[in-house]
Every structure is written in C-alpha cells, then in structure tokens.
C-alpha cells in the first residue's frame, strides 16, 4: 500500500534552516510527483511546491521562491524539503503528499511539525 | 496565482441534514478541482478529483459539481462521521492553491 512516512518534529531558532524528509514505499516513486503542504495551526491548507522524482524538476509557490528547496533522492525513494531563514510564521505541520496525474493529492504524509521560537 | 473563494467558511448543520460548499476560482479553470476532508489531527483526505469524480471508497453521499469558475461539493445526507473540515483545490495552474476551508459543526 501506498505509504509516505516524514521525519520527526524539529525546532528551530528564527533565521536557521531546515530540512524535513519524506520517505515513499508502495508503489513507482519516480512516476509521481510529491507535493508540500504546510498548515500553520488552527488555519489552511498552504500549497508549496512539488517535484517530479525522475529528472527532479521543481515548481515552488512565489511566497517560498528563494527560501524552499525540493529535492530526491531516487535510490532511497525519499524526498526531502528544506526551508530557509526561518520565522516564527513559519511555525506549522509540513505535509508532503503524492500527485497522481500531478494537480490531484491521492495520499499524504501523516505530517512533520516544525516550530520557530527564540 | 489562481485565488479560490470557498464558502461557507463555517456551517452548523444536524445529521441527515444536505449541505452544499461552494468553490469560486478567480479565473475559468475548466474542471480542474479537488476536495479534500481533514479531521482534527490528521492529514486530509481526497474525496473528489477533476470536480465531480469519485475517490474509490468515497461514500456515495459525497459529490462534486461544476466548472470554470463555479464549483460545488453536496453531502447528500449528512452522518456523525462528517463533520470536518474541507478544502477545495485548483489543479489548473501552479502554485496549485486552496480555498481557506469549510469547518462543518454539528447543530
């Protein structure tokens, strides 16, 4: 069965960075894309970006353009998400979820929750 | 970007009860629309894709309406287990965004 397991909790001081993983089993990783969601708490959904696993390309929302960075690692079936100069609005649950045809989420991460706080 | 104009932004409704939530997009996005039920807690569920298409295991009380820059998505008949939050999604253009959700409340 399709499965998309995240890293642990992290916390971070304003301005630092970093990096969340996505680990996919259950079906061809290379053929789906994997999207990232962030949900800051008690508000909406936040859409990202997302990659393609074979060739790596990368599409990230204006709002992350410059701070996000997307990548894959093919031979462990695992994204990973690494956002930058951190703030405490970036405090949120990060979600990455699989794309089937790409636009449409099918199955999602059970979500890694990332705290900013001095 | 593509906004997307979800309302109610809360409903108070009763079981059996049939609720409708709607999706305006700020531009015509053919049928490009995703809904999505998320419970407190948890990661969000996808319940209709390309605007009227069933998920496999949906409940049949679920459907999805509509096109360009008018979407919609009907419980039939709604059951204890429904009351959620849910979020439209266009699919038409990136950044691939959301409605700001329908918080569904028991009456």
């Known amino acids: 069965q399709v499965q998309l397991v995240q890293s642990g909790a992290e916390v971070k001081k304003p301005g630092a960075s970093v990096k969340l993983s996505c680990k996919a089993s259950g079906y061809t990783f290379s053929t789906y894309y994997i999207h990232w969601v962030r949900q800051a708490p008690g508000q909406g959904l936040e859409w990202m970006g997302i990659i393609y696993p074979s060739g790596g390309s990368t599409s990230y929302a204006q709002k992350f353009k410059g701070r996000v960075s997307i990548t894959t690692d093919t031979s462990t079936s695992t994204v990973h998400m690494e956002l930058s100069s951190l703030r405490s609005e970036d405090t949120a649950v990060y979600y990455c979820?699989?794309?089937?045809?790409?636009?449409?989420?099918?199955?999602w991460g059970q979500g890694t929750l990332v705290t900013v706080s001095s | 970007d593509i906004q997307m104009t979800q309302s109610p932004s809360s409903l108070s409704a009763s079981v059996g009860d049939r609720v409708t939530i709607t999706c305006r997009p700020s531009q015509s996005i053919s049928n490009s629309v995703n809904w999505y039920q998320q419970k407190p807690g948890k990661a969000p569920k996808l319940l209709i894709y390309a605007a009227s298409s069933f998920r496999s295991g949906v409940p049949s009380r679920f459907s999805g309406s509509g096109s360009g820059t008018d979407f919609a998505l009907t419980i039939s008949s709604l059951q204890p287990e429904d009351f959620a939050t849910y979020y439209c999604q266009q699919g038409y253009s990136t950044p691939y965004t959301f409605g700001q959700g329908t918080k569904l409340e028991i009456k």
């Open positions: 979820a699989r794309g089937d045809g790409g636009n449409t989420i099918d199955y």
